[in-house]
T-cell receptor, first 120, second 112 residues
Framework: AQTVTQSQPEMSVQEAETVTLSCTYD???????LFWYKQPPSRQMILVIR??????QNATENRFSVNFQKAAKSFSLKISDSQLGDAAMYFC?????????????????FGKGTHLIIQP | DGGITQSPKYLFRKEGQNVTLSCEQN?????MYWYRQDPGQGLRLIYY???????QKGDIAEGYSVSREKKESFPLTVTSAQKNPTAFYLC???????????FGSGTRLTVV
């Protein structure tokens, strides 16, 4: 089974600065999908960014970008120009593509999350 | 607007009672999921369903049951066999060729 590890339970950053959240995962698969989700105090889960493992280019969505290191099984999230609205729990998640090809368990595997605090 | 609706937002249960959490989606998604969230534990998969009338256990299915009689609906029953049911429950859905989830807004269940 895959595991996802977020080693930083809490991070703090000054508004307008850059912060990087770490995520590592363990898998024997060569193709898979990785995600970062944001959960603000409202507890609504919001997809921030996703990465397909077969793509070498790192995904970018506005101020959010990832550093995907497949060999190291690392998938960090960089938030540039941090804003107060970025304050939330951030979850890294892994998904196997094997589900729709006839086998394997379905579902995203989540890390335990990183609580991001933005200092004004 | 398309989305996932979970109800109720807050639910209180007495010990020994079964309760059912509702999850409805109008996104025409094939797959639906139930997760439990506890402080410091992340999200853990309870059950999932890829098609109507079929569902599979996740990592922590004991004490829970589900049904999938319609594509749009995937209710979760928390039975009296669940020893520690107080938690935040999230429902999600996914289309077959899109690899992320759309989440509902969650139900907070408290045993009193």
């Amino acid at each position: 089974a895959q595991t996802v590890t977020q080693s930083q339970p809490e991070m703090s950053v000054q508004e307008a600065e850059t912060v990087t959240l770490s995520c590592t995962y363990d898998t024997s698969e060569s193709d898979y999908y990785l995600f970062w989700y944001k959960q603000p105090p409202s507890r609504q889960m919001i997809l921030v960014i996703r990465q397909e493992a077969y793509k070498q280019q790192n995904a970018t969505e506005n101020r959010f970008s990832v550093n995907f290191q497949k060999a190291a099984k690392s998938f960090s999230l960089k938030i540039s120009d941090s804003q107060l609205g970025d304050a939330a729990m951030y979850f890294c998640a892994y998904r196997s593509p094997s589900t729709y090809s006839g086998g394997g368990a379905d579902g995203l595997t989540f890390g335990k999350g990183t609580h991001l605090i933005i200092q004004p | 607007d398309g989305g996932i609706t979970q109800s109720p937002k807050y639910l209180f249960r007495k010990e020994g009672q079964n309760v059912t959490l509702s999850c409805e989606q109008n996104l025409n998604h094939d797959a639906m999921y139930w997760y439990r969230q506890d402080p410091g534990q992340g999200l853990r998969l309870i059950y999932y369903s890829q098609i109507v009338n079929d569902f599979q256990k996740g990592d922590i299915a004991e004490g829970y049951s589900v049904s999938r009689e319609k594509k749009e609906s995937f209710p979760l029953t928390v039975t009296s066999a669940q020893k520690n049911p107080t938690a935040f429950y999230l429902c999600a859905s996914s289309i077959r060729q899109f690899y992320g989830y759309t989440f509902g807004s969650g139900t907070r269940l408290t045993v009193v």
